[in-house]
């Protein structure tokens, strides 16, 4: 595609549920990322993959929160057991190579998780 | 990577130039100057980047100071779609896996 696409843009979900958010980078990138923005906050950053390499968890919030990228495009981040905390907007971003000085990151429009 | 600052909001009018100033100080010699946008409800987007040498593209100016300590961002005629906080952030290169890390950036607002 054109741009990275999230999927679903909205996502409300009850306290305790497990709920899986997609991302599809943009073809040929090889960097994908996964942040979070809670309410009027700035970006968090959650999770790191690039190419076959382990991911970086360094952001992960807890032991609730897993992600997985197969085949190297699509992500899936995983949040078990949902708590009203988790409620957030989930950005993915992609970039060409991994975030060096000189590639920039593109991001997608985001999936928007309540918890009820 | 070096810390930046910058005003938490700001002014302009519409068709003025927008001047957003950020603060670094204490960046090294390997680290770019990139400025990104997040407008309301949606993904941030990519600016601009660049090392020393004054940048610009479609959207903006990049001017770095000769010392690097600071740079300003430039909308050359704001325009209500330009609202949106902006972020300045550097980046070392070649550091490689590491993510873009996000302060709070300063909220622009365009005025009619």
């Known amino acids: 595609g054109a741009g990275v696409s999230q999927s679903p843009s909205n996502k409300v979900t009850e306290k305790g549920k497990d709920v899986e958010l997609r991302c599809d980078p943009i073809s040929g990138h090889t960097a994908l990322y996964w942040y979070r923005q809670s309410l009027g906050q700035g970006l968090e950053f959650l999770i790191y993959?690039?190419?076959?390499?382990?991911?970086?968890k360094s952001g992960l919030p807890s032991d609730r929160f897993s992600a997985e990228r197969t085949g190297g495009s699509v992500s899936t981040l995983t949040i078990q057991r949902t708590q009203q905390e988790d409620s957030a907007v989930y950005l993915c971003a992609s970039s060409l190579r991994p975030m060096t000085g000189n590639t920039e990151a593109f991001f997608g429009q985001g999936t928007r998780l309540t918890v009820v | 990577d070096a810390k930046t600052t910058q005003p938490p909001s700001m002014d302009c009018a519409e068709g003025r130039a927008a001047n957003l100033p950020c603060n670094h100080s204490t960046i090294s010699g390997n680290e770019y100057v990139y400025w990104y946008r997040q407008i309301h409800s949606q993904g941030p987007q990519y600016i601009i980047h660049?090392?020393?040498n004054n940048e610009t593209n479609e959207m903006a100016s990049l001017i770095i100071t000769e010392d690097r300590k600071s740079s300003t961002l430039i909308l050359p005629h704001a325009t209500l779609r330009d609202t949106a906080v902006y972020y300045c952030i550097v980046r070392v290169a070649g550091s490689g896996n590491t993510p873009l890390v996000f302060g709070k950036g300063t909220r622009l607002s365009v005025i009619a």
């Open positions: 993959f690039q190419g076959n390499s382990a991911p970086d």
């Open positions: 660049g090392l020393k």
